[in-house]
């Protein structure tokens, strides 16, 4: 009898940022143009951003609470990952996020 190779798992499917991209929601739109003055708001995958530059932002959680935080992009190997460091652990606690929950990343 042949003998049957084992069988391979599927890789989960990527998740795909929709086109064209999700708005701001309104409440944080406002906040951010209104009262602190922001304009040209983009996907932050619209900055350049490297792996030997991480940059400091500012991020306004789900709450509508301010904070610093930093965003990396991790090179590995062919492919790169980006990464908020420093204060996102918290984030997740306060704002009660959990695994399969989608994050909108927003600049302005």
């Known amino acids: 009898a042949p003998k049957l190779k084992p069988k391979r798992s599927k890789k989960q499917e990527k998740s795909v940022c929709p086109?064209?991209?999700?708005?701001?929601?309104?409440?944080?739109r406002q906040l951010i143009v209104e009262e602190?003055?922001?304009r040209g708001l983009v996907l932050a995958e619209a900055k350049e951003l490297d792996d030997k530059n991480p940059m400091q932002v500012w991020l306004l959680d789900p709450s509508m609470k301010g904070t610093s935080i930093t965003l990396n992009k991790w090179?590995?190997?062919?492919?790169?990952?980006?990464?908020?460091?420093?204060?996102w652990n918290p984030i997740v606690k306060n704002n009660q996020l959990k695994k399969g929950d989608t994050v909108q990343l927003w600049s302005f």
């Open 19 to 28: 086109i064209p991209p999700p708005d701001l929601p309104p409440k944080f």
């Open 36 to 38: 602190m003055g922001g």
């Open 75 to 87: 090179v590995m190997g062919s492919s790169s990952l980006y990464v908020l460091t420093n204060t």
